[in-house]
């Protein structure tokens, strides 16, 4: 059979791997799909040709982008420039020209999502988008396809490596955050501005994706919860540490009676959950089937070729649907297009999950019995509270309470009461903690 | 669209679980799938009607299984009655009546895939089998089709849940392994016969189909290496412990210049690994790409509703291809039936490892000095020794040596060869070391 010809945009980190991967595995890859798979167009900028294994082999390298969606023998666009614009009006043109579109980009998909899968079902092609969602990791895959039996309970991920390198160099070596960030980015782990991985919204866009392709539900970035890191002290790494939990940043997708939690947030766990053990830049998403019960998947959540790995299977999974007819080929958010649900996403003050507390409060007797008395005039249940020796000449201890589960805005209510006792110096610690069992 | 129609054949724990996962998640699947999967014709010789959802909307149930693979009304015929005759004819006669099918039957797989693969082929139906290897875990899928951008360097996988629960009840414990697996039995996590479990067959069926998926290469399940783990004591588990290893039954296909090796054999590996903290009857898979690097699949290995979620979603996929023509499905054994290589297996002999030797010595000077000579003349360099203290009053002491890696049938003449001095008493306890990285 005649090669796929493909027409890829961008040439920058995992646009390069991509070229590398598709020439260095170029026979095992046309083992597997039965035709060979050809990078025929390409568009970039700029880009550095060294270390880019096969690049003389596209037949038309240029700046224009638009022409790579307007090539007629294009047969797949593959789209690794990133960002809305011109991204999405890129992505659209392709589709109108009756091309499939492979991306990797997560912030397009989370945001405009429901839009290309609409035009992309009107025309009768595919968008895949499995690097878009923990790099090399087939999660999309194992979501959409793998567990395709289950009602998907919920689905908990450590879905950005930048705040998890920064998590676990602060619990191995006790560091500030504000250190191992900086030290992120001179390993180029984190970029110049961190705000989208430290302040979780890349791991809220991939997390939208993964939610709406868990319970059927279009996707609905706007009313995913996310909360950075930064807040987070050593302190707190520590007493975690000392009470058996790791504290790692979460994306997580619930199925409640109420309706959807979609939250990315700092997150105690118990340091037994396999997840919990996950360390360095390393990504794993944790998914709860009614079926198959708690399932995990592990891997490099970004670089060059890892992400270039899921691009490259979904050229191959793209390659075998082109003679079939759409309808037969698995829907963009798991679910039929007309089958999607609107179930009711939660407000962050109506989740549920347990609490860490940790507070500083003069150290005399009947101090803590006002704190628990807050905490148990709203029926929070306290599981432990653990008073810790002073870290200075002053007056104060740090407390720690760890609480059952309770709803958000009850607990914001008893935080802000406690905050009004004289005895308590500053503001309140607070960082969820979730079984995930 | 009408519903697809299904023949069961076999009602038993996953026969029993298919049917009420198809019941309980019947809107969730057909808002999937695109239409209902219904199960129209069922066999069994016996079964527990109680537990079964839905047993009632199947509209003929027999004691005959020829006559559902010969029903012209059924489109997927699904095979969970296990061992080789008569699960083998039936699966050919349903293929050879233009039927896909759908099996759970590693052993069928392991020893007549081949047959049955070539079968189908030239009928142009699928043979679905992602429930035959780690029950819930989507790991055929990973492998065929989300990695499938990659040269497939080693897969390491636990892939049977009994020997996993004896190691880690002999770990936690500190048990002996007759005493555990008496335990076992009685659990029901391992059959009255336990020597499928044990002996590592079991794994070994399930090695072969990842081996020859991640290669490309036939089945081979007579070349494939197996030990079981009921020479493992109690004291290696603890040492092993001491040394920061942690000892696993291990599925191991690697890819080397030499061959391919396929192996099942207890294993030390590293504690602070991810696949290490797997414990109990879990299941994981650890698979490393050239591109993706490594990655790791998790869940439970067996199970009534974990091996049906795998049946359900092949029932689900297949329905798909319903429409497709079969040269654009995604092969059988991952790679185009007329691509597959014959790469040679080594024999055990040749494949290099790193190993743990566990000797009683008397307890005097120079002694070590003659083993140190034994290993050196043979070109194996010592990692680690470590002389325990006596164990009861005799006059031997254990001493534990962690060699670097060595061709297998050169540790093998060196122990020959360490077992004839005089000092040493009784046999060399001789386990694998795998550093997984």
Same mark, same amino acid.
């Given at each position: 059979?005649?090669?796929?010809?493909?027409?890829?945009?961008?040439?920058? /980190?995992?646009?390069?791997?991509?070229?590398?991967?598709? /020439?260095?595995?170029?026979?095992?890859?046309?083992?597997?799909?039965? #035709?060979?798979?050809?990078?025929?167009?390409? %568009?970039?900028?700029?880009?550095?040709?060294?270390?880019?294994?096969?690049?003389? !082999?596209?037949?038309?390298?240029?700046?224009?982008?638009?022409?790579?969606?307007?090539?007629?023998?294009?047969?797949?666009?593959?789209?690794?420039?990133?960002?809305?614009?011109?991204?999405?009006?890129?992505?659209?043109?392709?589709?109108?020209?009756?091309?499939?579109?492979?991306?990797?980009?997560?912030?397009?998909?989370?945001?405009?999502?429901?839009?290309?899968?609409?035009? %992309?079902?009107?025309?009768?092609?595919?968008?895949?988008? $499995?690097?878009?969602?923990?790099?090399?990791?087939?999660?999309?895959?194992?979501?959409?396809?793998?567990?395709?039996?289950?009602?998907?309970?919920?689905?908990?991920?450590?879905?950005?490596?930048?705040?998890?390198?920064?998590?676990?160099?602060?619990?191995?070596?006790?560091?500030?955050?504000?250190?191992?960030?900086?030290?992120?980015?001179?390993?180029?782990?984190?970029?110049?501005?961190?705000?989208?991985?430290? $302040?979780?919204?890349? %791991?809220?866009?991939?997390?939208?994706?993964?939610?709406?392709?868990?319970?059927?539900?279009?996707?609905?970035?706007?009313?995913?919860?996310?909360?950075?890191?930064?807040?987070?002290?050593?302190?707190?790494?520590?007493? %975690?540490?000392?009470?058996?939990?790791?504290?790692?940043?979460?994306?997580?997708?619930?199925?409640?009676?109420?309706?959807?939690?979609?939250?990315?947030?700092?997150?105690?766990?118990? $340091?037994?959950?396999?997840?919990?053990?996950? $360390?360095?830049?390393?990504?794993?998403?944790?998914?709860?089937?009614?079926?198959?019960?708690?399932?995990?998947?592990?891997?490099?959540?970004?670089?060059?070729?890892?992400?270039?790995?899921?691009?490259?299977?979904?050229?191959?999974?793209?390659?075998?649907?082109?003679?079939?007819?759409?309808?037969? #080929?698995?829907?963009?958010?798991?679910?039929?297009?007309?089958?999607?649900?609107?179930?009711?996403?939660?407000?962050?003050?109506?989740?549920?999950?347990?609490?860490?507390?940790?507070?500083?409060?003069?150290?005399?007797?009947?101090?803590?019995?006002?704190?628990?008395?807050?905490?148990?005039? #709203?029926?929070?249940?306290?599981?432990?509270?653990?008073?810790?020796?002073?870290?200075?000449?002053?007056?104060?201890?740090?407390?720690?309470?760890?609480?059952?589960? /309770?709803?958000?805005?009850?607990?914001?209510?008893?935080?802000? !009461?406690?905050?009004?006792?004289?005895?308590?110096?500053?503001?309140?610690?607070?960082?969820?903690?979730?079984?995930?069992?």
């Amino acid at each position: 059979m005649e090669p796929v010809r493909v027409g890829l945009l961008g040439l920058g /980190t995992v646009g390069g791997g991509t070229v590398s991967v598709l /020439t260095r595995n170029a026979a095992e890859i046309t083992r597997r799909a039965g #035709r060979a798979i050809h990078i025929s167009h390409a %568009a970039a900028k700029a880009y550095d040709a060294a270390g880019i294994e096969g690049l003389d !082999r596209i037949e038309r390298i240029s700046d224009d982008a638009f022409a790579v969606v307007n090539d007629p023998t294009v047969d797949i666009v593959v789209e690794l420039i990133g960002g809305y614009s011109p991204a999405l009006e890129l992505v659209l043109r392709a589709i109108q020209n009756g091309k499939h579109v492979v991306t990797a980009n997560k912030a397009l998909i989370a945001l405009h999502g429901n839009e290309i899968f609409a035009a %992309a079902q009107e025309r009768g092609v595919t968008v895949a988008f $499995e690097a878009a969602v923990a790099g090399g990791i087939p999660i999309i895959k194992a979501l959409r396809e793998g567990l395709a039996a289950n009602q998907i309970e919920w689905v908990a991920g450590i879905i950005n490596g930048t705040s998890n390198f920064i998590l676990t160099e602060m619990r191995d070596k006790g560091r500030e955050f504000g250190e191992v960030l900086k030290e992120a980015q001179a390993l180029g782990y984190a970029e110049a501005d961190p705000t989208f991985d430290i $302040e979780g919204i890349d %791991a809220a866009h991939k997390l939208t994706i993964l939610g709406a392709i868990a319970f059927g539900t279009p996707l609905q970035f706007d009313r995913t919860y996310r909360e950075g890191i930064s807040a987070i002290e050593p302190l707190d790494v520590q007493y %975690a540490g000392e009470l058996g939990y790791r504290i790692k940043h979460l994306g997580i997708a619930r199925r409640t009676k109420q309706g959807i939690e979609m939250r990315v947030h700092p997150t105690l766990i118990p $340091e037994r959950r396999l997840i919990a053990n996950v $360390e360095g830049v390393m990504n794993a998403v944790l998914v709860h089937g009614d079926a198959v019960g708690p399932t995990l998947y592990y891997g490099a959540g970004a670089g060059r070729f890892p992400t270039a790995s899921a691009v490259v299977a979904d050229l191959i999974d793209v390659t075998r649907t082109l003679t079939i007819d759409s309808e037969n #080929r698995v829907p963009h958010l798991a679910f039929q297009p007309d089958a999607l649900s609107d179930t009711r996403i939660l407000p962050m003050a109506e989740v549920e999950t347990a609490y860490y507390l940790r507070m500083q409060v003069v150290d005399r007797p009947g101090v803590l019995a006002e704190v628990t008395k807050i905490l148990g005039d #709203r029926q929070i249940s306290i599981e432990a509270i653990i008073q810790k020796e002073h870290l200075d000449e002053s007056m104060f201890v740090p407390v720690i309470f760890l609480t059952q589960r /309770t709803k958000e805005q009850n607990m914001l209510d008893a935080i802000a !009461r406690i905050e009004m006792l004289s005895f308590i110096a500053g503001a309140v610690t607070r960082i969820r903690v979730e079984s995930l069992a």
